[in-house]
């Protein structure tokens, strides 16, 4: 099977990427494969919330040193895979949360940018050859942020997470456009949080729903997921793959990784 | 000298007439340096005037945007390849030998890349700065 960097990444904040990248991890590692899920949102660091079950001490290396070339990316990882009784394996890899470390990732020097792009290519090479990942996960910040460009550059795919607000849309068209574009690198769209009144559940609106904002992103859609209120209001330190494994949205995700793992290896056959 | 062999009045005339040409292709030829420069320029009076050395151009994912779009592969594959010839790069970017050799050269001038010379084999890579550390 071929090795697959993934990053979830979004115009606009709040639109679903940590819970997806999340859920999307868990439900892989569940499968049986081995995950690094990694947390390159280094102004406002959420995936330790998430796994707080896991993680029952700060970890001696963040990814920020990592990054930064003060330990090796083995160094910052914490397997969470025996606390929820994965059948494979699932690591993760935190953002320090500190207000120094947050204030610092804001003013790096463009020559320190390169070498942290660097080290992320380098990264890669580490945990599929020599940790047998098979997929890397990069939960990003929103936005023009050098991490969040930073990981959609090293990776194999960018998955731009949308709302089909009529804002957030023109920003991830614009993201499209001006940076995706730009980089030779073609993004895959999830739409998340449709309203229900769109009527999602009938075929005939969900088609037109994705025509339309593929034709307005003119890039792939990989699925249009509802607005759950229950999801809204569950606690940020719950899973619901492993809590609710028959909720829609758990579902919807499902669908993703298995369309993600089958793309992947019609790649490889080909 | 050369006026010395071109004294009588055609061949001065061949001469002004092949001068000229010279200029043209001299001006032509510094006026695609100056566009491709132009926007790193700025950026090297600004960075100087921070601090004075005059160290090269960082090529972060930020510049690449501001660099001809045929340039910024070389560079995404230098960093994943740290260090490579023209052959390695055009094995990365599955573009033509040729094509890679003309991007890093023309990288090198712009200050973005440095190259070096072992043995037979010349390489391409991104120089590493203190300032990294930062
Ligand atoms: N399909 C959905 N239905 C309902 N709520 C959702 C859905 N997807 C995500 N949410 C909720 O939206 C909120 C924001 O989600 P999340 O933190 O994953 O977004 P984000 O894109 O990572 O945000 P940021 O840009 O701030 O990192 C969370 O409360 C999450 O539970
Ligand atoms: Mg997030």
Redesign the pocket.
């Known amino acids: 099977m071929t090795t697959k960097t993934l990053a979830?990444h979004?115009s606009?904040?709040?639109?679903?990427?940590?819970?997806?990248?999340?859920n999307l991890a868990t439900i892989w590692a569940n499968k049986g494969l081995k995950i690094a899920l990694l947390d390159l949102?280094f102004r406002?660091p959420?995936l330790a919330g998430a796994f707080s079950k896991a993680i029952k001490k700060q970890p001696k290396y963040w990814l920020n040193d990592f990054i930064s070339g003060r330990c090796k990316i083995e160094q910052t990882l914490i397997d969470v895979s025996s606390t929820y009784r994965l059948k494979g394996k699932l690591y993760l890899g935190l953002a320090n949360p500190s207000i120094e470390a947050i204030r610092s990732t804001m003013d790096k020097s463009r020559a320190w940018e390169v070498s942290a792009v660097k080290r992320l290519f380098s990264m890669r090479k580490t945990l599929f050859k020599e940790m047998n990942i098979d997929y890397i996960i990069l939960?990003?910040?929103?936005g023009l942020q050098y991490s969040s460009i930073n990981a959609v550059v090293s990776s194999d795919i960018s998955i731009i997470?949308t709302t089909n607000d009529e804002v957030d849309l023109k920003g991830s068209e614009n993201l499209i456009e001006n940076l995706y574009l730009e980089l030779d690198k073609k993004p895959v769209v999830l739409i998340?949080?449709?309203l229900p009144e769109t009527q999602l559940h009938t075929n005939k609106t969900e088609k037109e729903l994705i025509n339309k904002i593929e034709n307005q992103l003119k890039s792939p859609i990989i699925a249009a997921?509802?607005?759950?209120?229950?999801?809204?209001?569950?606690k940020?330190t719950s899973i619901l793959a492993i809590e609710k494994p028959n909720h829609a949205?758990v579902k919807?995700l499902e669908t993703i990784a298995k369309t993600l793992f089958l793309t992947n290896k019609l790649n490889f056959e080909e | 000298m050369l006026v010395k062999t071109f004294t009588t009045p055609g061949n001065l005339e061949l001469l002004l007439v092949k001068l000229i040409e010279e200029v043209k292709l001299t001006n032509k030829k510094l006026d695609s340096i100056i566009t491709q420069n132009s926007p790193n320029q700025k950026q090297k009076t600004k960075k100087n005037h921070k601090n004075k050395s005059t160290s090269p151009l960082s090529p972060d994912v930020l510049s690449l945007l501001s660099l001809p779009a045929h340039l910024r592969k070389t560079v995404i594959a230098l960093y994943k390849l740290e260090k490579a010839t023209a052959e390695e790069l055009s094995a990365e970017t599955k573009r033509l030998r040729a094509v890679e050799s003309a991007s890093a050269n023309q990288l090198t001038r712009m200050g973005y890349l440095k190259k070096k010379r072992e043995g037979h084999k010349v390489y391409f890579y991104i120089e590493q700065k203190m300032e990294e550390n930062k």
């Open positions: 979830f979004s606009r904040g709040g639109t679903g990427k940590t819970v997806i990248a999340t949102d406002a959420s939960d990003t910040s929103p997470v998340n949080k449709v997921i509802l607005c759950y209120c229950d999801v809204l209001q569950a940020r949205f919807n």
